[in-house]
Every structure is written in structure tokens, then in C-alpha cells.
């Protein structure tokens, strides 16, 4: 259990995580006895806080609070106070990374390394990124020359109320992603984070109102998806739904935001392909780059990124070196507590990891091989923990369950193709869409199948390089709509073109 409240929190045994509405802690918006969600640390399933379970009124009050700070102090402030905003939130946050990176690995189970490279570094460089963006920030103007003629120029309006709603993968990382653009371009927000993972939302809460955010301008509420999320998306007084989740509920998400037509974006889920030309691999240490990319895409934060390479296509004749070599290197990951120096922590919950060891059920049903996929033994890892060994299944058809459905977790099949066409069509055969690895030292190949490939985010010869001006989204069944640099700013804010009669 946690020695004291995590930043935001509230003390008690164990520390509670309120609400944050109208900048103030919150336990119930309407009188009533709280009721209560337990946050568990995955790596040993000890309640670590206790969550107040929203409903229906708290998203009332906070959808009201955020509409009411549209028309307070909130809305005569500049951009560039806008900017020096999310510049001392991005300062408080980094003061305090140690910390958050702590309380992330025990809310979500990931190693504390990973989160104190990755994801509080990440979600700094989102807040700063966003400053920048609103300090640059220029629109059109389309001038038609002298008098007589016609001027035409473009403003950027707030939208309004945003919904920001998020998974448990990569907390505060998504959560800022959305917070900052939304703040730069004027609009107030609503959070709902998963309750699995909800501690560092309560810190950025506390975060963005010690650097001075007006009342009402930032709000969370905790609790589940059907009690809260579904309210929230549904509410009037919100004007654009920001979801990033699982390809099933972002369906129904889509469907509610729809009869009141608010601006959507739909970040989903993904099975992405790791593609490994023989080219790429012609000399040893080719071959250990190549991999450890490869090994890098598949099983990093257990696997549990949108973004992984949970499919592994390898050309026939570089096959048995790259397969042989990526599977000495996935059995010499360690796995244990997150605190530890180790290169996987727990899955987000037993759950998850049932979830995960019924595809491993499956595949060998369906006559694949399974390497790997053990739970680890008491000496690497605390069995209250749900954590599981890095997983490859082999000898399967690309067409296959386990081949083509997300399972989201440590767990890579892998597949053989002969020429670069039946590449693309191993690649492109998945619902999924989201993003693709392409490993080839040929130009023009590179190329050609970046250009075919059936994704939003195409990475040659690296995984997961992240520059925030660029895109970020996918096609099929990935989710709708881009955020990143202007696509960011372009979504949270509502342009309005202004034509002035010049005589
Ligand atoms: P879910 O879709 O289960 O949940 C996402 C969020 O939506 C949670 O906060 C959840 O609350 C909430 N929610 C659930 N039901 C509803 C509803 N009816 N209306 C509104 N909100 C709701 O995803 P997970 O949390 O399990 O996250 C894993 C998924 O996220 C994977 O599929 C992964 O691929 C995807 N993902 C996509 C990314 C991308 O950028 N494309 C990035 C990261 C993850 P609750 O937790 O209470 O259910």
C-alpha cells in the first residue's frame, strides 16, 4: 500500500483519488455517500488508493463547470498565456518525473525506467510542444486585391467542452496528448481516464491548477466507462469527443457522439506488422540491430502499445537467422517488479493476462508452436503480479485468429513471405490499420512499400520515432480522424472565415 496520497490525492488508508472539478477536489457532486472503485497495483494486487466512482452527476458538474469557464477570465486569456501555462505545468511535472515515473509503474505495472524515459518525458515534451504550437500558432488569409475586392480571412475559435477520454497503456502520456493541444486552442475539458490507471491524471490535475488554470477549466472524473465515459460522450453541453480505446467501444462511442454531431476523433486499436526484408539483415550486426528493433517493437511496455509490432513477416531466405535471433532475444528479457531493472513489469491486471494466455491456448489449438508465454517463476517476479514471459507463436497462417486479432499484450506471430507482394498482403489482410514497420536497406523498395501499405503511420528502419508535428492515426478499423501538430490544432478548434467587402 502507498505510504501517503499521491500527488492530488486525498489522505486516507489507502490515500483516496477524487474528482477534480472546478479545480477543487471532489468526492461527490451531489451529496450523496461516495462509492468507491479500488485502485490495484498490478505487479502485486494490493490496493494501492481508492478511486471515487463517478456517475452521471459528476459528469454533470463537470460538463457544467467547463462550460461556464468558457465565458469566464479563461476566455480573455491570450495564446501566449495560453502557452506560459502549459510551460509551468510541463516544469512542475518534470520537477516531480521520479515521482510520477514511480506512480506510474505501480498503478499500471510497467517498468519505472520505462516510465521515466518514455512516458513523463513524453508527456512534458506534449505540454511544451502545445505551448509552442499556440506561440506559433497563424492561420489564412486570402486577400483578392484592391479595392472593390474582397478580403477573407481565418480565425480560430475554442470548440467548446472537449471529452477526453483514455486507456490504461500509457496514462499521463495519452492524457496529454489531448490535454494540451485542447488548452492551447482556448477549450475547456472534461477527462475520463481508465479507472485502472488513474493516479498521475489526479497529479496533472493538481499539476495545471498549482500553475494557475482558471476554475472549471480542467476537470476529471473517475469512474467506469458505462457510468461515466458513456454520459460524457452523450452529454449536450460537450462539443468534441477525443477517444483513445479499443476498436469495440470506440464503435460505440462513434455511435453516441453522432445525433448531436460532435467533432470525434478515434484513436483504436491495432495489429501492426514488423516487415523484415534479407536485405536489411546481409551482415551480424545488421541482423542485431534489426532484431533488437523488432524485439523493441514487439514487447515494449508488455506489449500493451497501440503501436507494437505484434505481427513478425520475415522473407523466406533471411528466416531462420532473424527468427533464431529474435527468439534468443525475447528469452533473455528479464520480466519482474517494476521497480526492478527489468525490461518488462506486470500486465495491467489478471484479467489481461487471462485474456492473453487464452490466445496462447488458441494458437496451439489451431496447431501453432508457442515459445515462450510462461508465467514467470516467484524468484523473478511476485506471484500476486499478473505478469507473463514474452510470447512468439509460429507455424500458423497470417489469416488466423491469433494472427489478425489484437491480443495487446507480450505476445508476436510470426509469418514467412517469399517476394515483396505477398508482404503487402500479409501486411494489409488485418481489420487494423494503424501503423507498420518496414525493415530494407533498398530505396526504392522502401518506398513503394511504405506507399502501399494499409496504415496512418508508416516507421522504415526505426519503431516508434515520434515527432509531434507529424500525423498520428489510423485507416480501417484504427479509428477516424488525425491529431499531432496541425491536425491537432486544426481538431480543437473551429475555424471561422471572415470575407470583408474592401470598398
Ligand atoms: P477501452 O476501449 O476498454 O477503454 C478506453 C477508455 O474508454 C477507458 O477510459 C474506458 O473506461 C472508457 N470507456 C469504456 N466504455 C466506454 C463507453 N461506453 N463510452 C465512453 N468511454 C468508455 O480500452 P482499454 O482501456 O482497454 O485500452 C486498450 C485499447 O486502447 C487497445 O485496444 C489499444 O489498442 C487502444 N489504444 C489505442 C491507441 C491509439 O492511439 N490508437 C493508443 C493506446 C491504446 P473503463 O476503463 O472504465 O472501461
Known amino acids: ?92 511535472l518534470e520537477a516531480r518525473l521520479d515521482e510520477l515515473a514511480a506512480l506510474e509503474g505501480e498503478d499500471s505495472g510497467k517498468p519505472v525506467a520505462l516510465a521515466a524515459r518514455m512516458d513523463i518525458p513524453r508527456a512534458v515534451a506534449n505540454l511544451r510542444f502545445f505551448a509552442g504550437a499556440a506561440r506559433h500558432d497563424h492561420t489564412p488569409c486570402h486577400a483578392d486585391g484592391g479595392p472593390g475586392r474582397r478580403l477573407n480571412y481565418t480565425l480560430r475559435r475554442p470548440v467548446g467542452v472537449c471529452a477526453l477520454i483514455t486507456p490504461w497503456n500509457l ?68 462539443s468534441l469527443v ?40 546481409d551482415s551480424e550486426a545488421a541482423l542485431d540491430a534489426v532484431v533488437s528493433g523488432a ?3 514487439a514487447f515494449t511496455n508488455q506489449g500493451q502499445i497501440c503501436l507494437c509490432g505484434s505481427r513478425l513477416l520475415v522473407e523466406g531466405r533471411a528466416y531462420d537467422r532473424v527468427v533464431g535471433r529474435f527468439l534468443q532475444r525475447m528469452a533473455a528479457l528479464r520480466v519482474g517488479p517494476p521497480e526492478a531493472a527489468v525490461d518488462m513489469g506486470s500486465l495491467i491486471s489478471h484479467a489481461h493476462r487471462e485474456k492473453v494466455e487464452g490466445y496462447l491456448r488458441l494458437a496451439r489449438e489451431e ?35 491469433v494472427a489478425t486479432e489484437e491480443i495487446f499484450g507480450p505476445v508476436v506471430s510470426v509469418h514467412r513471405f517469399e517476394d515483396e507482394a505477398e508482404a503487402l498482403e500479409q501486411a ?45 492515426g489510423g485507416v480501417k478499423e484504427s479509428g477516424v480522424g488525425r491529431e499531432g501538430g496541425d491536425w491537432s490544432l486544426d481538431f480543437y478548434s473551429e475555424v471561422r472565415n471572415v470575407c470583408l467587402a474592401l470598398s
Open 367 to 401: 496447431g501453432g508452436v508457442v515459445v515462450g508465454g510462461e508465467r514467470p517463476s516467484p524468484a523473478e517476479a511476485p506471484e500476486g503480479g499478473a505478469f507473463l514471459r514474452p510470447a512468439a507463436v509460429l507455424g500458423l497462417s497470417p489469416r488466423c485468429r
Open 171 to 238: 496514462p499521463l502520456y495519452l492524457l496529454t496528448w489531448k490535454v494540451a493541444p485542447a488548452l492551447a486552442m482556448g477549450n475547456t475539458v472534461v477527462c475520463k481516464p481508465s479507472e485502472l490507471t488513474p493516479a498521475t491524471a489526479t497529479a496533472l490535475a493538481a499539476a495545471l491548477a498549482e500553475a494557475g488554470l482558471p476554475d472549471g477549466v480542467f476537470n476529471l472524473v473517475h469512474g467506469y466507462g458505462p457510468e461515466v465515459g458513456a454520459p460524457l460522450v452523450a452529454h449536450p453541453g460537450v
Open 1 to 92: 500500500m502507498s505510504a501517503g496520497p499521491s500527488w492530488g490525492g486525498l489522505p486516507g488508508d489507502p490515500p483516496i483519488l477524487p474528482h477534480w472539478i472546478g479545480n477543487r477536489p471532489v468526492l461527490t457532486a451531489d451529496g450523496r455517500d461516495p462509492a468507491w472503485i479500488d485502485d490495484l497495483a498490478p505487479a502485486t494486487g494490493r490496493v494501492r488508493a481508492r478511486i471515487a466512482r463517478g456517475g452521471p452527476a459528476e459528469v454533470d458538474a463537470a460538463v457544467g463547470a467547463a462550460r461556464a469557464a468558457l465565458t469566464g477570465p479563461w476566455a480573455g486569456w491570450t495564446a501566449a498565456a495560453r502557452a506560459e501555462l502549459l510551460d509551468r505545468a510541463a516544469a512542475l
Open 242 to 281: 477525443s477517444f483513445t480505446g479499443g476498436t469495440a467501444t470506440g464503435r460505440s462511442v462513434a455511435a453516441a457522439a453522432a445525433p448531436s454531431f460532435k467533432k470525434l476523433s478515434l484513436e483504436l486499436g491495432g495489429k501492426n506488422a514488423t516487415v523484415i526484408f534479407a536485405d536489411a539483415v
Open 428 to 472: 494489409n489482410l488485418v481489420r487494423y490499420g494503424l501503423a507498420a514497420s518496414v525493415w530494407t536497406t533498398q530505396l526504392d523498395r522502401a518506398h513503394r512499400v511504405a506507399a502501399a501499405l494499409e496504415a496512418g503511420i508508416v516507421w522504415v528502419n526505426c519503431w516508434l520515432e515520434r515527432d509531434l508535428r507529424t500525423p498520428f
Open 295 to 297: 524485439v523493441r517493437a
